[in-house]
């Protein structure tokens, strides 16, 4: 038998869970409407550092010639949580064609970063940038969010929040771009008009 108070921790706890996730949610459908440019978050990541956990740093010319897929998440964020793993197998996928995931943590505590990811067994890069770091900067309302980057460094897609259509979309668009051939290698005769 279950004892009350048990009981009552537990329903709460179940539904704080769920109204976070459909604010999350709310505030996901409008960033995606008309709250970031891709122009802006392209100006930000120019001029912003990453920290890795090891203490090394991730800029935004470390990532040229890649496709980066630039995910922000928390390890207090639930739905982060459960696609991290998704998102660990997309990138070895991507690493061995020229792409990378880049998991950037909003988390205040490193610790916390570096026991989820051991304790997840995730082996993508991830840089710690805290509450007051890119997130911050472009007013990020809602997380995960999603940032995909072409080998010439250019933001082609941006994603807010979570889920299955959001993990297939990312994915499709990194390998779209992986096959396509880099601008550095096309001919004269290949340039669009």
């Given at each position: 038998?279950?004892?009350?108070?048990?009981?009552?921790?537990?329903?709460?706890?179940?539904?704080?869970?769920?109204?976070?996730?459909?604010?999350?949610?709310?505030?996901?459908?409008?960033?995606?409407?008309?709250?970031?440019?891709?122009?802006?978050?392209?100006?930000?990541l120019?001029?912003?550092?990453?920290?890795?956990?090891?203490?090394?740093?991730?800029?935004?010319s470390?990532?040229?010639?890649?496709?980066v897929?630039?995910?922000?998440?928390?390890?207090?964020?639930?739905?982060?949580?459960?696609?991290?793993?998704?998102?660990?197998?997309?990138?070895?996928?991507?690493?061995?064609?020229?792409?990378?995931?880049?998991?950037?943590?909003?988390?205040?505590?490193?610790?916390?970063?570096?026991?989820?990811?051991l304790?997840?067994?995730?082996?993508?890069?991830?840089?710690?940038?805290?509450?007051?770091?890119?997130?911050?900067?472009?007013?990020?309302?809602?997380?995960?969010?999603?940032?995909?980057?072409?080998?010439?460094?250019?933001?082609?897609?941006?994603?807010?929040?979570?889920?299955?259509?959001?993990?297939?979309?990312?994915?499709?668009?990194?390998?779209?771009?992986?096959?396509?051939?880099?601008?550095?290698?096309?001919?004269?005769?290949?340039?669009?008009?």
């Open positions: 038998m279950v004892k009350p108070d048990r009981f009552r921790t537990a329903v709460v706890r179940h539904a704080t869970a769920a109204v976070v996730t459909l604010l999350a949610t709310a505030s996901a459908v409008s960033v995606a409407r008309g709250g970031l440019t891709p122009e802006r978050v392209h100006a930000a120019q001029h912003h550092v990453f920290r890795t956990p090891s203490g090394g740093t991730v800029t935004y470390s990532l040229a010639g890649q496709v897929v630039l995910h922000l998440w928390a390890t207090w964020c639930a739905p982060c949580r459960k696609e991290l793993p998704r998102l660990d197998a997309l990138n070895t996928e991507l690493e061995k064609r020229g792409g990378r995931v880049l998991a950037v943590s909003i988390d205040l505590d490193p610790r916390n970063v570096e026991r989820f990811m304790q997840q067994h995730l082996k993508l890069q991830v840089a710690i940038d805290g509450p007051d770091g890119l997130a911050k900067e472009l007013d990020v309302p809602a997380i995960p969010y999603t940032v995909v980057l072409n080998r010439n460094g250019e933001v082609v897609s941006l994603v807010a929040g979570s889920g299955e259509a959001m993990l297939e979309t990312t994915a499709a668009t990194a390998r779209r771009l992986l096959a396509e051939k880099p601008m550095a290698t096309r001919t004269d005769a290949e340039e669009p008009r």
